[in-house]
């Protein structure tokens, strides 16, 4: 038995200083952990990235979790920065915020929406976490004159991890299931130490503990014609060589795949024919969970990991049905048409922007609207003119958050155009900065109007940094205001209306720049309402116009795409499509859809707002 530990004193590992002959399993364990208790499903990709293992991982997780298992999802990075923070959207895709402030992958966000579960950073790990604390618990001695090896150190870092992951259940028990996605392919120099620890961890736990999941492609050569899957054997070859069996193979592919196909692969890998299933491309990634049950991939699932007595009935029937709801409106006719205007920097890679474009679709679903986007270049729309040009035909305007220079004044165009021409408007981060600019220099006829970030020598630096401000909440140097903060909603105001009467709603933060409270109040003077703010300090955190003056103009300094969810999609985003909808179809005003997030002249307090 691997000498178990406690989890308390200096980190994680600082319990390995306290083990006199670790041996050469080495292998903590945290106090209390019970062995069994938790079954792990790893995702290993093979052949090529790209395959949308979070999807995949997030839709089984899904299913799982319906049955009335606890889950807990996470994803595992084999690079060498500590968190996504630094990463450029334009390579990696959006940075996606944790509600605890941790920069991660993008694919955080897939399991937050599909799981409808907030995440932590226990769920993110990546190579640099790990030989960060390694080499400080070196510094420090921890290792008692052992020579620090992959074998067995990092790999005893990496399963300690999960198994402290493990214990994070809801009242202190262990989770059900713990569900581990590779990140990379297998064969990767990267991802080679968490393989092994996998597969150690394996062997640890006992049988019947994990279920090791390869996904893989099949390749389909438009000039034979033909589904080929020489590249998925040599994949799974690379994964048994690094001393995995794979109990389950999923194919993702562009058609479903042929019988002979999957006996192939099932003779070339020891895996049961039933066992290989088909993951071919589907119309909407919300009908996957549904095609994994119809093929029984849960059900090998839960005999493999030996969970059926786990299983609650009653809970999966309720969670089915809701799901069924949401999904049966994916086909449905979508009455209303909506263009919606896009201008960001990274326009020209649509990953930059994913949370903004899920949370767009749940709106489409929601409200039954066909919603296209168009993503303009606000690079391109540096004059009133051209800005005027990009715009023609737009029913709604997001301006997304960004950092850099570039394009700015291209936003700043577009939002005048949205504010004098009454087109529906939500800023987000830096479209929230972009909008209280915008309104300085042309409402309030500050020309010189500026953000620090872009012009340090700005006679109205309307948005600046402010430490002393940070300093309040903690915040120390010159870091962003990260992760989950609570926002004071302003009574009788739009923010209210469309978070349906609530004093107080939790949003997700990152930025550095904020606005400066030296000109909050002839902003306010002026005719900008700062309907959202910190509880206790002067920071600005939603503003918006009144409806009398303009049908949707508001903009958020959080993100609000980061908590839209497909079962609960975001209110700001449900507002500036209804009130989209609502230019174009006067009658829509009147529909359950119109009275709920329409807000006009005559529903003038919150209070009146249904539910
Ligand atoms: N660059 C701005 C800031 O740091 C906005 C950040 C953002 O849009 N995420 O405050």
Redesign the pocket.
Request: charged share 20%; glycine share 16%; proline share 6%.
């Given at each position: 038995m691997p000498p178990s530990a406690s989890n308390s004193g200096r980190g994680f590992l600082a319990q390995f200083a306290s083990n006199e002959d670790t041996g050469e399993h080495f292998s903590p364990v945290p106090e209390g952990y019970q062995r069994g208790r938790t079954k792990f499903v790893v995702v290993i990709g093979t052949v090529m990235s790209g395959l949308g293992k979070g999807i995949f991982s997030s839709s089984l997780a899904k299913l799982l979790k319906d049955k009335g298992l606890s889950v807990a999802p996470v994803k595992l990075e084999g690079y060498l920065n500590i968190d996504s923070g630094t990463l450029n959207p334009y390579r990696h895709g959006e940075v996606f915020v944790l509600e605890d402030g941790l920069e991660t992958d993008m694919d955080l966000g897939t399991y937050e929406r599909i799981l409808n579960q907030n995440l932590s950073r226990r769920n993110f790990m990546t190579a640099g976490q790990i030989y960060t604390e390694i080499l400080e618990c070196e510094r420090r001695g921890g290792y008692l004159g052992r020579d620090v090896q992959m074998i067995p150190h990092v790999t005893g870092a990496v399963k300690m991890k999960l198994r402290q992951l493990a214990m994070t259940g809801a009242k202190g028990k262990q989770v059900d299931l713990l569900f581990v996605e590779v990140g990379g392919t297998a064969g990767d120099y990267e991802n080679g130490f968490y393989i092994e620890a996998l597969r150690e961890l394996a062997f640890e736990e006992g049988d019947d503990s994990a279920c090791f999941v390869a996904l893989t492609y099949i390749i389909e050569p438009a000039i034979l014609g033909e589904q080929k899957s020489k590249a998925a054997q040599l994949g799974m070859k690379r994964l048994m060589e690094a001393g995995i069996q794979p109990h389950i193979i999923a194919c993702r592919a562009k058609n479903a795949v042929t019988d002979k196909v999957a006996q192939k692969i099932s003779m070339f890998s020891n895996v049961p024919l039933k066992r290989v299933f088909s993951m071919h491309d589907r119309e909407s990634i919300y009908v996957i969970p549904d095609a994994m049950r119809a093929e029984g991939l849960d059900r090998e699932i839960l005999s493999i990991l030996k969970l059926h007595d786990r299983v609650d009935t009653k809970a999966e029937d309720r969670a089915r049905a809701v799901w069924g709801s949401f999904a049966s409106r994916l086909g449905a006719h979508r009455d209303h048409k909506v263009t919606l205007g896009i201008s960001g920097k990274y326009a020209a890679l649509r990953d930059a922007y994913a949370s903004i474009e899920k949370a767009v679709e749940h709106c489409a679903i929601e409200l039954g609207a066909e919603i296209d986007v168009r993503w303009l270049d606000s690079g391109e729309a540096e004059t009133s003119a051209r800005a005027t040009a990009a715009l023609d035909g737009v029913d709604a305007l997001i301006v997304?958050?960004?950092?850099g220079v570039r394009g700015v004044e291209g936003k700043i165009r577009c939002t005048e155009f949205a504010r004098t021409r009454r087109l529906p408007f939500l800023g987000?981060?830096?479209?929230f900065?972009v909008a209280v600019i915008e309104y300085a220099r042309n409402v309030l006829g500050w020309k010189d109007a500026h953000?620090t970030?872009f012009e340090p020598e700005s006679g109205h630096p309307v948005i600046s940094e402010l430490p002393d401000q940070k300093a309040l909440e903690g915040i120390v140097g010159g870091t962003?205001r990260l992760g989950g903060q609570d926002v004071a909603i302003l009574p009788g105001t739009l923010a209210q209306f469309l978070h349906g009467g609530a004093k107080l709603v939790r949003e997700r933060f990152?930025?550095?720049?904020?606005v400066d409270p030296a000109f909050i109040a002839e902003l306010e003077k002026g005719g900008l309402v700062f309907s959202g703010r910190h509880s206790q300090h002067p920071i600005m955190q939603v503003l918006e116009l009144p409806v009398s003056a303009h049908p949707y103009f508001i903009g958020a300094q959080f993100?609000p795409e980061l908590t839209s969810r497909p079962l609960a999609p975001q209110p700001l985003f449900m507002g500036l499509i209804a009130a989209a909808i609502a230019q174009k179809e006067p009658g829509f005003a009147q529909t359950a859809h119109g009275k709920r997030w329409l807000r006009t002249s005559t529903t003038s307090s919150a209070a009146t707002a249904p539910a």
């Open positions: 997304p958050g960004g950092f987000i981060c830096l479209g900065q953000s970030e962003m990152r930025h550095r720049y904020e993100h």
